[in-house]
């Protein structure tokens, strides 16, 4: 592609990862060359990541960059120095120009629960080829964030089984 562009997948709802997910299989079907990176989440073979691994798209998991909303035990500096780690390789992977589309899932989250500054996604995002899509998911994405991105989709939660205190399923949720 001659001009790669931003998707920000934000908000509330259910639906971000999801979507990720879709433009990444529509791409690689397009013979476009495809990534599929995540932060906050297991490097679980049953899930999504499986998936796509089975259909040729590359897959990185950032297991060590952990949610400090949903482990607040953890140290937020140490989550934070796995994140910057976790930005240098894939800052590594946009020099090498090997891919058309990349997927950062759940990056949004790492400005939203405070792992790294607005500025400093922003930079992160400043050194994206120009020839990359780029689609980035997660709750809570700023103002910043939201005026780099060429598309801006907020899902918004209308309802949720959540809200009636009913577990996630596997293969739905997660």
Known sequence: MA???IHVYTGDGKGKTT???GIAVRA???GLRTMFAQFFKENDPGGEIGMLRQIGIETLVFDAVKSPF???GLD???IRQ?????LSRLNEIFCGQEFDLIVVDEFVCLTSEGILTEGEAATFLKNKPASLELVLTGAGAGEEL???ADYATYMKNLKHPYDRNLDARRGIEF
């Open 3 to 5: 001009q790669g562009m």
């Open 19 to 21: 979507a990720a997910v």
């Open 28 to 30: 690689k079907g397009r």
């Open 70 to 72: 949903f482990n607040p």
């Open 76 to 78: 937020k500096g140490a």
């Open 82 to 86: 796995e994140a910057l780690k976790a």
């Open 146 to 148: 939201l005026s780099m």
